[in-house]
T-cell receptor, first 114, second 111 residues
Framework: DAEITQSPRHKITETGRQVTLACHQT?????MFWYRQDLGHGLRLIHY???????NKGEVSDGYSVSRSNTEDLPLTLESAASSQTSVYFC?????????????FGPGTRLTVL | AQTVTQSQPEMSVQEAETVTLSCTYD???????LFWYKQPPSRQMILVIR??????QNATENRFSVNFQKAAKSFSLKISDSQLGDAAMYFC????????FGQGTRLTINP
């Protein structure tokens, strides 16, 4: 069955380190998204991609970057981790960018920055 | 800016009874889509139901149904015959181009 996976599921790192969170989907979806989830804020969009080599900033993109070299993967990089980036991170994908299209979510990565 | 508001941080219901979760949104768009997602303790976000704004008929999925009031910008979720497995965080979301989430409602099912 097609799925979307994230790794690692849990990560503890130190302030200032570079961290990369992986997202891999086998739906063959064009669109992929990264969100962070914090108490009281629901999910907020960090970056998104509508296809290979396409990336776009979301609502809370500062301190994060993404690259899309193939259809299946959209890794999220924290260039210099900060304590404010402690959060749960979700990757999602959808077949198209149409508003009708449902986004399917991965299981999440809990990141702690000490 | 589009916003989604869930005014009930927590709700509880007796098993087998019916519960309604509230959601309101703010938009100037006329064509958009609304979703309810469920997030159990496993943290996986699971689509429960979705509604197209151009459709007057309320969406239903088994025990889950919505009450969509476009003029009032309201989109509530009704869960009938509540089951223990329904216990989770529930998020309302709105989408024109990007998906915008509410803050969530934690639903507890009392046996």
């Amino acid at each position: 069955d097609a799925e979307i996976t994230q790794s690692p599921r849990h990560k503890i790192t130190e302030t200032g380190r570079q961290v990369t969170l992986a997202c891999h989907q086998t739906w063959n979806h064009n669109n992929m998204f990264w969100y962070r989830q914090d108490l009281g804020h629901g999910l907020r969009l960090i970056h998104y991609s509508y296809g290979v080599h396409d990336t776009n900033k979301g609502e809370v993109s500062d301190g994060y970057s993404v690259s899309r070299s193939n259809t299946e993967d959209l890794p999220l990089t924290l260039e210099s981790a900060a304590s404010s980036q402690t959060s749960v991170y979700f990757c999602a994908s959808s077949e198209s960018s149409a508003s009708t299209d449902t986004q399917y979510f991965g299981p999440g990565t809990r990141l702690t920055v000490l | 800016a589009q916003t989604v508001t869930q005014s009930q941080p927590e709700m509880s219901v007796q098993e087998a009874e019916t519960v309604t979760l509230s959601c309101t949104y703010d938009t100037s768009e006329s064509d958009y889509y609304l979703f309810w997602y469920k997030q159990p303790p496993s943290r996986q976000m699971i689509l429960v139901i979705r509604q197209e704004a151009y459709k007057q008929q309320n969406a239903t999925e088994n025990r889950f149904s919505v009450n969509f009031q476009k003029a009032a910008k309201s989109f509530s979720l009704k869960i009938s015959d509540s089951q223990l497995g329904d216990a989770a965080m529930y998020f309302c979301a709105y989408r024109v181009q990007k998906l915008v989430f509410g803050q969530g409602t934690r639903l507890t099912i009392n046996p």
